[in-house]
């Protein structure tokens, strides 16, 4: 069996008016992450983990923030995407772990539904889909509440 691991990262801007997603998933909040496409750092940081694992580059290489097309867009689509091309690739997604580190709004409500979400997207099971909240206890970008950021491993086994 040859299992084979990616890391990604992801950090976004919270600003007024922008809806709050993470991993597919709209938490009333008074701000969202800046972006051009909905921002969502979950999604982001698990698609380059991904992509990793599988030495495909990074998700900037396949839509990158100057084409127009990506303006707005689901980021849950371009994870879907991504676990698309793992798949061609010839690996099978085992699990994937993240964790998110923002000062509000709290989280812990909202996993399961997160989970539940990506799930969904990456076509494994939830029992396989981790996801993590952290604060950074008021310290920097994430603790003063002007950044989210997520950080993320995947784990792919060679299915062919
Ligand atoms: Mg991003």
Redesign the pocket.
């Known amino acids: 069996m040859s299992v084979r691991v990616g890391h990604g990262f992801?950090a976004?801007r919270l600003v007024a008016g922008r809806p709050f997603i993470l991993g597919g998933v709209r938490i009333p909040f008074e701000r969202g992450p800046l972006?051009h496409?909905d921002?969502d750092?979950l999604a982001?940081a698990l698609a380059d983990a991904i992509l990793g694992a599988c030495n495909l580059g990074d998700l900037g290489r396949h839509f990158p923030d100057s084409d127009p097309q990506w303006k707005g867009a689901d980021s849950l689509r371009l994870l879907e995407a991504c676990a698309r091309m793992a798949r061609e690739a010839g690996y099978e997604l085992v699990n994937v772990d993240a964790t998110v580190v923002v000062e509000a709004p709290k989280l812990a409500p909202h996993l399961d539904a997160i989970r539940a979400r990506l799930a969904e997207t990456l076509r494994i099971d939830s029992s396989s889909v981790s996801v993590k909240a952290k604060t950074s206890e008021g310290m920097g970008y994430t603790g003063d509440g002007s950044g989210i950021a997520a950080y993320a491993v995947a784990a792919l086994e060679r299915s062919r």
């Open positions: 992801d976004h972006g496409s921002g750092a982001h």
